[in-house]
Structures are given as C-alpha cells and as structure tokens.
C-alpha cells in the first residue's frame, strides 16, 4: 500500500479488503478518503469467498463514510 501511495496521481483510488487490525489500514485511514462497500466483493479467483471491501481515496481529506457504490458519497 505504501508503495502505491507514492506513485498514485493526487486523487487515485484503490480497491481494498477491510483488514481493521492490520498496520497498513490504519495508516491507510488516516491518510486518506476510506469509503466502506456496502456489500461484500465478490472475487473469482479466491473461489466462491466474498470479502469486505472498501474504496481508499489519497489526496482527499481523511474521513469514513458508507458508500453504496451507485452515487456520491455524503
């Protein structure tokens, strides 16, 4: 995540599982925009799991907020 941080354009957004006791999602939170997924992803690879998910938005003032992922956030 650090790495992608430094050489993210201003206001890149990465696609992230939600991992509350790991180091990195705390850094994550606190440097940036977190908007938490409604819902859970799906991914095909790892078979027929679904993890949380959430949207982390650098360049943007830190906050959280739920997003559905169909409009803006509030």
Do not use: Y
């Amino acid at each position: 995540m650090r790495a992608a941080r430094k050489q993210a354009d201003p206001q890149m957004a990465f696609i992230v599982p939600v991992k509350t006791h790991a180091r990195w999602w705390r850094h994550a939170c606190a440097e940036g925009e977190v908007r938490l997924l409604n819902g859970r992803l799906w991914i095909p690879a790892r078979g027929r799991q679904s993890i949380p998910t959430a949207v982390v938005i650098f360049g943007r003032p830190a906050r959280v907020v739920e997003w559905d992922g169909r409009g803006a956030a509030p």
